[in-house]
C-alpha cells in the first residue's frame, strides 16, 4: 500500500537579529531563539565564551561584527570554525590579531571584510589573509578560490591554515 496525503515540514524562513553585548560573555542570552537565525549583527564587546556561541549556531549565514570589539582586539583561535553556513563575515575594525585556526574550516565562506587600513595587520590577497607583511600565512578561504597560490616570501603557515581547502589534505 501507498500511503498519501504526507508533506514535509515547510523550510524554515531565515530570522535576523541586531544585539549589543553590554558584558562580554553574555551574548547567548541576548539570543532568544537561534535555530534559524540566517543574519546577526553585533556591536559591544565579546569574548571567547561570545565565539563557542557564535559556532553552535546552527545556520547562520552572515555575521557582521565590523562595529564590535573583541576583548584584548584578539580574534580567539579557532573563532568561527566548523561554521559551515557561514557565508558572509565582517571582522570588528579594531581587531589587531587573530589566533591560529580563527577562520578555519568554513567551508561556503564567500565575503570577508578584515580591518585593512594602515594601522591593520591582514591582507586578503587571491582568497588568501596574510599578515601585513605577507610573511604569515593566516587562513585560506576555501571557496574564493580554484587554487592555492602563497606569495612569494612567505615564511610561516599557521596552525590550521589550509583547514577545510579542498584537495590539499
Same mark, same amino acid.
Given at each position: 500500500?501507498?500511503?498519501?496525503?504526507?508533506? *514535509?515540514?515547510?523550510?524554515?524562513?531565515?530570522?535576523?537579529?541586531?544585539?549589543?553585548?553590554?558584558? *562580554?560573555?553574555?551574548?547567548?542570552?541576548?539570543?532568544?531563539?537561534?535555530?534559524?537565525?540566517?543574519?546577526?549583527?553585533?556591536?559591544?564587546?565579546?569574548?571567547?565564551?561570545? &565565539?563557542?556561541?557564535?559556532?553552535?549556531? *546552527?545556520?547562520?549565514?552572515?555575521?557582521?561584527?565590523?562595529?564590535?570589539?573583541?576583548?584584548?582586539?584578539? @580574534?580567539?583561535?579557532?573563532? &568561527?570554525? +566548523?561554521?559551515?553556513?557561514?557565508?558572509?563575515?565582517?571582522?570588528?575594525?579594531?581587531?589587531?590579531?587573530? +589566533?591560529? =585556526?580563527?577562520?578555519?574550516?568554513?567551508?561556503?565562506?564567500?565575503?570577508?571584510?578584515?580591518?585593512?587600513?594602515?594601522?591593520?595587520?591582514?591582507?586578503?590577497?587571491? =582568497?588568501?589573509?596574510?599578515?601585513?607583511?605577507?610573511?604569515?600565512?593566516?587562513?585560506?578561504?576555501?571557496?574564493?578560490?580554484?587554487?592555492?597560490?602563497?606569495?612569494? +616570501?612567505?615564511?610561516?603557515?599557521?596552525?590550521?591554515? @589550509?583547514?577545510?581547502?579542498? +584537495?590539499?589534505?
Amino acid at each position: 500500500e501507498m500511503i498519501t496525503g504526507i508533506v *514535509p515540514p515547510a523550510k524554515a524562513t531565515k530570522t535576523k537579529a541586531s544585539v549589543n553585548v553590554n558584558v *562580554p560573555g553574555t551574548l547567548a542570552t541576548l539570543l532568544s531563539d537561534s535555530r534559524n537565525l540566517g543574519q546577526l549583527t553585533i556591536t559591544g564587546t565579546l569574548d571567547a565564551a561570545d &565565539f563557542a556561541t557564535l559556532r553552535s549556531l *546552527p545556520s547562520v549565514e552572515t555575521i557582521d561584527m565590523h562595529n564590535a570589539n573583541i576583548v584584548d582586539d584578539v @580574534l580567539p583561535s579557532l573563532a &568561527f570554525s +566548523g561554521l559551515t553556513t557561514l557565508h558572509n563575515l565582517a571582522l570588528p575594525s579594531s581587531m589587531k590579531d587573530m +589566533g591560529d =585556526g580563527a577562520l578555519a574550516n568554513i567551508p561556503n565562506i564567500n565575503a570577508l571584510v578584515i580591518p585593512e587600513d594602515d594601522n591593520k595587520e591582514y591582507v586578503i590577497a587571491d =582568497g588568501v589573509v596574510y599578515n601585513r607583511a605577507m610573511t604569515d600565512v593566516i587562513a585560506v578561504l576555501p571557496t574564493t578560490i580554484d587554487s592555492v597560490n602563497i606569495a612569494m +616570501g612567505v615564511k610561516h603557515i599557521h596552525a590550521h591554515a @589550509l583547514e577545510g581547502v579542498k +584537495g590539499v589534505w
